[in-house]
């Protein structure tokens, strides 16, 4: 059974900077492609960012792009997302997710399979 926890959540700033950690348990990491996804107060669920097995490539919705970077340690079983330049409209649940084979192209929360509980990012304007 793999288990996802998030971590590194909080109250920031408009223009500030926080960065969210994900470690997976009890499976090999490494194979798995793994995203990050948020959710805001009545909005569905979207696709933040995505990055492959190896670390190699990396994948981002437009909203975000130039701002959030998403890293993987293997050695760790960890996947961060480093979230910079702040808006109040990144405030959400912030979710981890991890998938066998989904490419990081897909945006679909239907493609991964296991997630994590969420963690909350509070940007205040």
């Known amino acids: 059974q793999v288990q996802l926890v998030e971590s590194g959540g909080g109250l920031v700033q408009a223009g500030g900077s926080l960065r969210l950690s994900c470690a997976l348990s009890?499976?090999?990491?490494?194979?798995?492609?793994m995203g990050w996804f948020r959710q805001a107060p009545g909005k569905e669920r979207e696709f933040v960012a995505a990055?492959?097995?190896?670390?190699?490539?990396?994948y981002y919705a437009d909203s975000v792009k130039g701002r959030f970077t998403i890293s993987r340690d293997n050695a760790k079983n960890a996947v961060y997302l480093q979230m910079n330049s702040l808006k109040p409209e990144d405030t959400a649940v912030y979710y981890c997710a991890a998938d066998r084979a989904a490419p990081i192209t897909v945006t679909r929360t239907i493609e991964y399979d296991y997630w994590g509980q969420g963690t909350q990012v509070t940007v205040s304007s």
């Open positions: 009890g499976r090999i990491f490494s194979i798995y492609t």
């Open positions: 990055i492959s097995w190896n670390g190699a490539n990396s």
